[in-house]
C-alpha cells in the first residue's frame, strides 16, 4: 500500500510502508516462519469503550503470537489487571487459542509491526498514524483510551491534532481530547507496563491497577 491509500483500522500483512521494519521482518520471517511475524492486529470487540494503546509488538511477545502482549512480562501484567477489573473473560494463558476474550476492551498498538530495539522512529510512528485513526472511527462507542507510555500519549495527541505541552503525560493523569473527524474521549495516562518499568519501581502492580481503576471512573 501506499501513504495515498485509505487507511483501513488494520494494517494488510503486507504493509511496506516502512521500509526499515519490512526488512527487519523479512529476516525474522525466515529465521522463524513459524512465528506470526506481520503487523499484529487490534484485539478485542468493536463494540468497546475503552481502547488501551501501547507502543509496538515485543519481538517475542506479540510479533511471534500476533495478539498484543501476549507471549511476554507486560502482558502478563496488563491481562492480569484487565481481568481484576472485569474486562476480560476466560483465563490468560499466553497463546493466541488460550480462549480469552475482552469484555468492553479493545488492545492496540501506535505502530502495528515490531521494531528493531523496541523503538520505532518518527518516521515510522508517523506512517503508521493512518490506521490508528481508522481505528479510533471505527469504534462507535469508544469512551476513555489508556495509553501506556510516553510515546502512545504523543502519538494520540497527535493524531488528534493536539500541542503535546497542553496535556503533559503523568501517571495516571486524565485529559479530555477532541477532534473534528475523531471521537471525543477521555485520555488516561500509564507508565509501560513493561519488565523494565516493574522491576525499577517506576510502575508498581497497585500504580497500574489505579490507572485502570481511572479508566473505569470515567466510562458512561
Same mark, same amino acid.
Given at each position: 500500500? !501506499?501513504?495515498?491509500?485509505p487507511f483501513?483500522?488494520?494494517?494488510?500483512?503486507?504493509?511496506?510502508?516502512?521500509?526499515?521494519?519490512?526488512?527487519?521482518?523479512?529476516?525474522?520471517?525466515?529465521?522463524?516462519?513459524?512465528? /506470526? @511475524?506481520g503487523p499484529?492486529?487490534? /484485539?478485542?470487540p468493536d463494540? &468497546?469503550?475503552?481502547?488501551?494503546?501501547?507502543?509496538?509488538?515485543?519481538?517475542?511477545?506479540?510479533?511471534? =503470537?500476533?495478539?498484543?502482549? !501476549?507471549?511476554?512480562? &507486560?502482558?502478563?501484567?496488563?491481562?492480569? =489487571?484487565?481481568?481484576?477489573?472485569? /474486562?476480560?473473560?476466560? =483465563?490468560?494463558?499466553?497463546?493466541?487459542?488460550?480462549?480469552?476474550?475482552?469484555?468492553?476492551?479493545? %488492545?492496540?498498538?501506535?505502530?502495528?509491526?515490531?521494531?528493531?530495539?523496541?523503538?520505532?522512529?518518527?518516521?515510522? %510512528?508517523?506512517?503508521?498514524?493512518? $490506521?490508528?485513526?481508522?481505528?479510533?472511527?471505527? #469504534?462507535? @462507542?469508544?469512551?476513555? +483510551?489508556?495509553?501506556?507510555?510516553? +510515546?502512545?500519549?504523543?502519538?494520540?495527541?497527535?493524531?488528534?491534532?493536539?500541542?503535546?505541552? &497542553?496535556? *503533559? /503525560?503523568?501517571? @495516571?493523569?486524565?485529559?479530555? +481530547?477532541?477532534?473534528?473527524?475523531?471521537?471525543?474521549? !477521555? #485520555?488516561?495516562?500509564?507508565?509501560?507496563?513493561?519488565?523494565?518499568? =516493574?522491576?525499577?519501581?517506576?510502575? !508498581? *502492580?497497585?500504580? $497500574?491497577?489505579?490507572? %485502570?481503576?481511572?479508566?473505569?471512573?470515567?466510562?458512561?
Amino acid at each position: 500500500m !501506499t501513504s495515498e491509500t485509505p487507511f483501513p483500522p488494520e494494517p494488510p500483512y503486507e504493509c511496506n510502508l516502512c521500509p526499515r521494519l519490512v526488512e527487519f521482518l523479512d529476516e525474522h520471517r525466515a529465521a522463524h516462519p513459524d512465528w /506470526f @511475524n506481520g503487523p499484529v492486529p487490534s /484485539f478485542g470487540p468493536d463494540s &468497546a469503550r475503552f481502547l488501551v494503546l501501547g507502543l509496538a509488538p515485543g519481538l517475542q511477545g506479540a510479533n511471534k =503470537t500476533g495478539r498484543p502482549f !501476549t507471549g511476554d512480562y &507486560a502482558g502478563d501484567l496488563l491481562y492480569a =489487571t484487565l481481568a481484576k477489573l472485569g /474486562f476480560t473473560s476466560g =483465563t490468560y494463558d499466553a497463546r493466541p487459542d488460550d480462549g480469552l476474550e475482552l469484555v468492553d476492551c479493545m %488492545i492496540s498498538n501506535s505502530v502495528r509491526c515490531v521494531p528493531p530495539q523496541n523503538k520505532p522512529v518518527g518516521a515510522e %510512528i508517523n506512517n503508521c498514524r493512518g $490506521f490508528l485513526k481508522a481505528r479510533l472511527n471505527a #469504534l462507535p @462507542n469508544l469512551q476513555v +483510551i489508556l495509553a501506556l507510555g510516553r +510515546i502512545a500519549h504523543d502519538t494520540l495527541l497527535r493524531t488528534y491534532g493536539l500541542r503535546l505541552a &497542553a496535556h *503533559p /503525560f503523568g501517571h @495516571n493523569a486524565v485529559h479530555s +481530547i477532541t477532534a473534528e473527524g475523531l471521537p471525543s474521549v !477521555t #485520555l488516561v495516562d500509564s507508565y509501560h507496563c513493561s519488565r523494565y518499568n =516493574t522491576n525499577t519501581g517506576r510502575l !508498581t *502492580p497497585q500504580m $497500574f491497577t489505579a490507572a %485502570i481503576r481511572t479508566v473505569k471512573a470515567n466510562l458512561k
